[in-house]
Every structure is written in structure tokens, then in C-alpha cells.
């Protein structure tokens, strides 16, 4: 614990930094580093050499549980980022995936080579780049070189947290369950998430309850792990937008929600070839409690959000998609910026609006700021400025109607017309 502290010391004496803050306030990671490997101190030495079927573990277990996925990365994530999961853009991969592991041996072996070759060619990104993913084996027991035979694993889906305690908090979670893996090996059948690998597990909520769900398993397993060691990494994660408190007791909270960012098609430029890759999409997440579920509605831009119960009495959630701004090269380039955001809750047994709230993606005022925030106070200050009280209709309202789940039953898409 203090190696670690005495680096984020000295990085900070060097006027290194491990965190930024972008134009709008967001709080985000450096964007890279961190990338956590694992091995031993010589290959022979390397329990992942030693035991094949560890390696098997620790995919199955990230493949079941996304919040491990998604929780510690950076804000480049998705298929064509630089750590996809393994069940991300290709369908068929994980009945690929599912036929090497009845190849993988259990228990130790005297064959370094076996995990090198069984998931080679499984372990990389859509275009067969072996060290674009999240589970990189490159230099594990590579035959191409001396230099790839280092016993060595990365997990390329950790970027540098903003806190030393932070790091060492997810290096522990890494840790403890190799160990546990050593002594018990994960095997079960992977799961075909589909569309909800990203429609629920970029959600905050459904993030912690998965989350959750490790920790307990952890604690199941002899571990005293607690959950509120991680709490830091949820509100870095999914910040805090802002509240909407009613007087007959309605809660509405708003969160930032992860949007994959998609790599687009090569586009020729003056300085050649290149391909840009698109942000403009943001996601959020909006949580109500205290809605009774026949009578009141909330309402985005004027469209009903597809509200799911959590579980917990008079809870619902529900996601938000929507173009945040107009890039010169986006996805869907003739689609508008949705910015800003009304949120309206409506009493549908009374025809009225009940009170409503403004999300802003930029200064509500129209001011571009050109400088980045040059501390957290300032950077505070933008995004509180981007939420406002405000937005409440008047006069007699018709709830919007309400519009078929599709493939995305937790989140509305902005971008999509129902219906066309």
C-alpha cells in the first residue's frame, strides 16, 4: 500500500497527473496506463502458464459479470475500443469460445503453450488484432518471439483511477480472485447477454447490482471484501447530474450512463487517410422513486421514458440515448443535437404537469468555454451549471404515448423514431 502511495506522490511532485477534466466538468481518467499484467517472477514460475484452466476462469467470470468490464475502464469503450470484450461485436464468438474451452486442460500441465494456442485467434478485436482486447495473451506464450514468452497476461480494460487507494482497491479485486480461481476453478456456460449486455450494464444501477453480485461471491468464498470500497469508482464513473424532489414525495435522480463510441469509416483528409470515431452520443441514466406506475409518467423531449422497476417498492429506472452534439463526422449526420433535455413528470389522472428539470450537455447560457477547468472547484461549478429546475409545463397535458420496447426495453433512443 505505500509503494503505491509513494508513486502517486511523486508522479504529483513531477507535475504528473493521473486525472483531467474535460470542457464540460467531467471528471475522467488520463486516458490510458494502468493496464494491470499478470505472471510470475519467471515464465516457469507463472501460474498462467501453469494452470490453463485459470485463465479459462477469469474470462467466464468478466464475460458474466459486465460491471467488471465496464466499471474501471476508460470513456472509449465498445467493440472497436481498446479492450472489447470477448462477446462484443461478433455473435458468434462466444460458440467459438465455449468449443476451445472443451480443448483447455485442468489443473497443472506441463505444456506452456496450450492457452497460447487454443485462444489466439479468439482473443483479439473485430479486425484480428491480437493485443486490441480486453484479455491480451501476447506475451504469454507467444511463438513469435522470445520477447512474447514472459508468462504474462494483460488486462487491458483498467485505466489509471484519480486516487492511489483506488488502484490499490481494484489490484486486491484482481488478486483475490486468481486466488480464488486457483483454488476453485469458474467453469460454467457463457451468457448471451444480446442487446443487454449495453442496454442495462452501462446503467449505473444495473452496474452495481452486478457489482454487487462479486462482492458477495467474494464474501461466499472466505473473502471479506465490502462493497463500499468501490463506491469511489461508481461516482467517478457515473456522476452525479442532479434532483428533482416533488411535494408529494416524487424523487428523480440523473446520472451519466456509458455510451460506446463506434470507429467510423475511413474518410480521406488532408493529412490522408483516417477514420474518426464517433462521441457524440451520450447516454445518462434516470432513476424515480415514489411514482405510482398507472398514474404518473415522465416524459423526455416529449416522449414517454421506458420506466422498469428495480425490484425496490415505487423504484424505476430507465436509461437515456441521445446526440449530445453535431461532430464533423458522426454516425447519423443528419440527425440533430437532442441538448437540452426536459425531464417532465406527468399526473395522467389529472392531465397536469407535476414539475419538470433541464439537462444541459453545455453551458445553458450558450458559453463555449475554450479552457479546461484548472481544478476540481471549477470543474464542479460547470456541471452544476448545466442542470436546472426548470421545465414545468402548464395548463392541461396529455401524457406521451407509449412506445414499443424493441431491442432495447431500458432505454429510450432519441435518435430512433418509434413506429418508422
Same mark, same amino acid.
Given at each position: 500500500?505505500?509503494?503505491i502511495d509513494?508513486?502517486y506522490?511523486?508522479?504529483r511532485?513531477?507535475?504528473?497527473g493521473t486525472e483531467k477534466?474535460?470542457?464540460d466538468?467531467?471528471?475522467t481518467g488520463?486516458g490510458?496506463g494502468?493496464? *494491470?499484467?499478470?505472471g510470475g517472477?519467471?515464465?516457469?514460475d507463472?501460474?498462467l502458464?501453469?494452470?490453463?484452466d485459470l485463465v479459462?476462469?477469469?474470462?467466464?467470470y468478466w464475460q458474466h459479470?459486465p460491471?467488471?468490464?465496464?466499471?474501471?475502464?476508460g470513456m472509449?469503450?465498445?467493440?472497436t475500443?481498446?479492450?472489447p470484450?470477448?462477446?462484443?461485436a461478433r455473435?458468434?464468438?462466444?460458440?467459438e469460445l465455449?468449443?476451445a474451452?472443451?480443448?483447455m486442460p485442468?489443473?497443472?500441465?506441463a505444456?506452456?503453450?496450450i492457452?497460447?494456442?487454443?485462444?489466439r485467434n479468439?482473443?483479439?478485436?473485430v479486425?484480428g488484432?491480437t493485443?486490441?482486447?480486453?484479455?491480451c495473451i501476447d506475451?504469454l506464450y507467444?511463438?513469435?518471439?522470445a520477447?512474447g514468452?514472459q508468462g504474462?497476461?494483460?488486462?487491458?480494460?483498467f485505466e489509471m483511477?484519480?486516487h492511489a487507494r483506488?488502484?490499490?482497491?481494484?489490484?486486491?479485486l484482481?488478486?483475490?480472485?486468481?486466488?480464488?480461481f486457483?483454488?476453485?476453478?469458474?467453469?460454467?456456460?457463457p451468457?448471451r447477454?444480446?442487446?443487454e449486455?449495453?442496454d442495462?450494464f452501462?446503467?449505473?444501477?444495473?452496474a452495481?447490482?452486478?457489482?454487487?453480485?462479486?462482492?458477495?461471491?467474494?464474501r461466499?468464498?472466505?473473502y471479506?471484501?465490502?462493497?463500499?470500497?468501490?463506491?469511489?469508482?461508481?461516482?467517478f464513473?457515473?456522476p452525479?447530474?442532479?434532483?428533482l424532489v416533488?411535494?408529494?414525495?416524487i424523487?428523480m435522480?440523473l446520472?451519466?450512463?456509458?455510451?460506446p463510441?463506434? *470507429?467510423?469509416?475511413e474518410?480521406?483528409?488532408?493529412?490522408g487517410?483516417?477514420?474518426f470515431v464517433?462521441s457524440?452520443?451520450?447516454?445518462m441514466q434516470?432513476k424515480v422513486n415514489?411514482?405510482?406506475?398507472d398514474?404518473h409518467?415522465?416524459?423526455?423531449n416529449?416522449r414517454?421514458?421506458p420506466?422498469?422497476?428495480t425490484g425496490?417498492?415505487?423504484?424505476?429506472?430507465?436509461?437515456?440515448?441521445?446526440k449530445?452534439w453535431?461532430p464533423?463526422?458522426?454516425l447519423?449526420?443528419?440527425?440533430p443535437a437532442?441538448?437540452?433535455l426536459v425531464f417532465e413528470? *406527468?399526473d395522467?389522472?389529472?392531465?397536469?404537469?407535476?414539475?419538470?428539470?433541464?439537462y444541459?450537455v453545455a453551458h445553458?447560457?450558450?458559453?463555449s468555454e475554450?479552457?479546461?477547468?484548472?481544478n476540481s472547484?471549477?470543474?464542479?461549478s460547470?456541471?452544476?451549471?448545466r442542470f436546472?429546475l426548470m421545465?414545468?409545463?402548464?395548463g392541461?397535458?396529455d401524457a406521451?404515448a407509449e412506445?414499443?420496447?424493441?431491442?432495447?426495453p431500458?432505454?429510450?433512443d432519441?435518435?430512433?423514431?418509434?413506429g418508422?
Amino acid at each position: 500500500m505505500r509503494d503505491i502511495d509513494i508513486l502517486y506522490a511523486e508522479a504529483r511532485l513531477a507535475r504528473l497527473g493521473t486525472e483531467k477534466f474535460m470542457l464540460d466538468g467531467r471528471h475522467t481518467g488520463t486516458g490510458g496506463g494502468n493496464h *494491470v499484467t499478470l505472471g510470475g517472477p519467471t515464465p516457469a514460475d507463472s501460474p498462467l502458464l501453469r494452470r490453463p484452466d485459470l485463465v479459462q476462469s477469469l474470462i467466464t467470470y468478466w464475460q458474466h459479470h459486465p460491471s467488471l468490464s465496464y466499471l474501471f475502464s476508460g470513456m472509449f469503450i465498445g467493440p472497436t475500443s481498446q479492450a472489447p470484450r470477448v462477446d462484443e461485436a461478433r455473435d458468434d464468438r462466444l460458440y467459438e469460445l465455449a468449443i476451445a474451452f472443451q480443448q483447455m486442460p485442468q489443473g497443472q500441465v506441463a505444456q506452456p503453450w496450450i492457452v497460447d494456442r487454443v485462444l489466439r485467434n479468439l482473443l483479439t478485436d473485430v479486425t484480428g488484432n491480437t493485443h486490441r482486447t480486453e484479455f491480451c495473451i501476447d506475451k504469454l506464450y507467444s511463438p513469435d518471439s522470445a520477447s512474447g514468452r514472459q508468462g504474462l497476461v494483460e488486462f487491458r480494460g483498467f485505466e489509471m483511477p484519480p486516487h492511489a487507494r483506488m488502484s490499490l482497491a481494484q489490484i486486491a479485486l484482481l488478486r483475490t480472485l486468481v486466488a480464488r480461481f486457483w483454488k476453485e476453478p469458474y467453469a460454467r456456460k457463457p451468457v448471451r447477454w444480446g442487446t443487454e449486455l449495453h442496454d442495462r450494464f452501462l446503467l449505473p444501477h444495473f452496474a452495481r447490482v452486478d457489482f454487487e453480485d462479486v462482492i458477495c461471491d467474494l464474501r461466499r468464498a472466505g473473502y471479506p471484501f465490502e462493497s463500499a470500497w468501490f463506491d469511489p469508482f461508481f461516482e467517478f464513473r457515473f456522476p452525479h447530474y442532479g434532483d428533482l424532489v416533488l411535494e408529494n414525495g416524487i424523487h428523480m435522480e440523473l446520472r451519466a450512463g456509458i455510451e460506446p463510441w463506434h *470507429v467510423l469509416g475511413e474518410e480521406v483528409t488532408a493529412q490522408g487517410t483516417s477514420r474518426f470515431v464517433d462521441s457524440s452520443v451520450e447516454r445518462m441514466q434516470v432513476k424515480v422513486n415514489g411514482m405510482v406506475g398507472d398514474r404518473h409518467v415522465l416524459a423526455c423531449n416529449g416522449r414517454r421514458v421506458p420506466l422498469r422497476p428495480t425490484g425496490r417498492k415505487a423504484e424505476f429506472v430507465a436509461g437515456i440515448r441521445f446526440k449530445a452534439w453535431n461532430p464533423p463526422s458522426g454516425l447519423h449526420p443528419t440527425i440533430p443535437a437532442h441538448s437540452p433535455l426536459v425531464f417532465e413528470i *406527468v399526473d395522467t389522472w389529472n392531465r397536469a404537469s407535476l414539475g419538470g428539470c433541464t439537462y444541459y450537455v453545455a453551458h445553458p447560457g450558450g458559453r463555449s468555454e475554450s479552457n479546461f477547468p484548472v481544478n476540481s472547484y471549477e470543474a464542479e461549478s460547470r456541471r452544476i451549471a448545466r442542470f436546472r429546475l426548470m421545465g414545468h409545463s402548464s395548463g392541461i397535458i396529455d401524457a406521451p404515448a407509449e412506445e414499443p420496447a424493441g431491442e432495447h426495453p431500458y432505454t429510450l433512443d432519441l435518435r430512433y423514431r418509434a413506429g418508422c
